[in-house]
């Protein structure tokens, strides 16, 4: 039997190992799953609520474990694991309270004595997740998925078994009956003959576009519904006008949290030409003191990459960008010692063509563009396979909702950094993927939309 190993990032030392399962016990449990979904589908609105309710109760009186089993395995700052965790209780209480009104029935006028639109569960959906926000990446998931009557299995990344496990415990702790949320320790390899499974009704991946491409063709074959949400390189427009200090203040935290690790993290700053140099030496004062350290310790700022072969992967990026023409005014060498880390980078001059401009980096690097007016700004902002999320910093409110509505993006955000709320859609376009998670608009992609019409 093969195993998975969690390796502490910031210390290369072993963690634990979890028993992994072969594909043919996978789609055993997705058949008891499937078995379990008819029960489920069955229970009202309010029969499911008050689990949900109760995984909310969970998660807050675990919060500390759970928080520090997260730093442990892929390296966030205590401080983040926490604020993830207690995000994770809010969204199942925003589920509970709210998806009786989000699915209600839809009552349209027509020739029928009764026609309306209803909202029914389609069965056993499949999450691939990501380690980066390993329990808000499940719970995003599962919350909308289950409160809407389906059941759910979670192939989550090798290299945070623990918090699956985790959170499949919480599951139970909960009072879930025993299928409706169930995680699958399988090799990646073995997603394929998941996906293909009769009893998996359609899937959900956050990861990359390469990971989409490859997940969505196998689905479309099988012609099963799927919601991709994949890679960004977020770009942020500083306008002439903005306030220097909240403004590198925002471009740090954009570019920090989490390590340098979220898809909708602020990668490239695109920054007006009267600015630019006063915007550059500050955010790089800025970026330079920002400590980093221990992800258990309070005040680190941020802390090491999620895997060894992912920083290597970030360093030679970097190093390609400068070949390209790009100049390095901060960062950009590989510490000595233990652990993934690497330190807070800034890339200035980028054009496109050059690495760090076209193609994601997904670390505490950041690249700087230089524009000559608003035009110029949005045209390099949408210059751009990805789209994400987007933002604006500026002093003029009006301005800057102007520029928000030409960016090529799922969310664009005016004076504040694109995060994910369960009250608004979250999502991308272009190779960022397509379908929304959250809202009302997350929890109605897997679910028929049947018209009833009695004569």
Not at 377 to 395: C, I, R
Request: proline share 3%; charged share 25%.
């Amino acid at each position: 039997m093969t195993k998975t190993i969690s390796i502490n990032p910031a210390t290369d030392e072993k963690i634990s190992e979890y028993d992994r399962i072969t594909s043919t016990e996978a789609l055993e449990i997705i058949a008891a799953s499937k078995k379990e979904f008819h029960l489920w589908k069955q229970k009202t609105f309010e029969e499911r609520a008050k689990l949900m309710y109760a995984l909310a109760d969970v998660l807050d009186a675990n919060k500390e474990e759970y928080a520090q089993l997260a730093t442990r395995e892929m390296g966030k700052v205590i401080g983040q694991a926490r604020k993830e965790v207690e995000k994770c209780a809010w969204i199942c209480r925003y589920y509970a309270e709210h998806t009786s009104t989000l699915l209600a029935n839809e009552t349209v006028k027509t020739e029928a004595v009764k026609s309306y639109v209803t909202f029914q569960p389609i069965g056993v959906i499949l999450a691939v997740m990501p380690w980066n926000f390993p329990f808000y990446q499940a719970i995003r998931f599962a919350a909308p998925s289950l409160m809407a009557g389906n059941t759910g299995v979670l192939k989550h990344a090798s290299n945070v078994q623990g918090c699956a496990f985790a959170i499949e415990d919480a599951f139970i702790k909960a009072g879930f009956p025993k299928g409706v949320f169930t995680n699958l320790n399988v090799d990646s390899k073995d997603v394929k003959t998941l996906i293909e499974d009769k009893n998996i009704a359609a899937i959900t991946l956050t990861g990359s576009d390469a990971a989409g491409r490859s997940i969505a063709s196998i689905a479309g074959q099988n012609l099963k519904k799927t919601v991709m949400e994949l890679g960004g390189s977020d770009a942020y427009i500083v306008l002439d006008d903005v306030d220097l200090e909240k403004a590198t203040d925002l471009a740090t935290l954009g570019r920090l949290q989490n390590n340098g690790q979220t898809c909708i993290a602020a990668k490239r700053f695109i920054v007006h030409d009267a600015i630019y140099d006063d915007f550059v030496a500050l955010f790089t004062k800025k970026m330079k003191a920002a400590k980093m350290g221990d992800p258990t310790s309070a005040d680190s700022y941020y802390g090491p990459m999620a895997r060894l072969d992912l920083r290597d992967e970030l360093h030679q990026q970097v190093q390609k960008t400068i070949q390209q023409g790009g100049r390095l005014v901060l960062g950009g060498t590989i510490p000595e010692g233990k652990g993934a880390y690497y330190p807070a980078s800034i890339l200035v001059d980028l054009k496109p063509g050059m690495e760090a401009f076209d193609n994601e980096l997904f670390g505490p690097v950041a690249s700087v563009i230089r524009a000559k007016d608003d035009a110029h700004a949005v045209e390099l902002a949408n210059n751009s396979q990805f789209g994400l999320g987007s933002g604006v910093f500026t002093k003029d409110i009006q301005r800057g909702e102007k520029l928000a509505l030409q960016l090529e993006a799922g969310s664009s955000f005016v004076n504040k950094l694109v995060v994910s709320d369960p009250r608004l859609p979250f999502g991308g376009i272009k190779n960022s993927g397509y379908g929304r998670e959250l809202a009302a608009y997350g929890i109605r992609e897997f679910v028929n939309t049947k018209t009833i019409w009695i004569d």
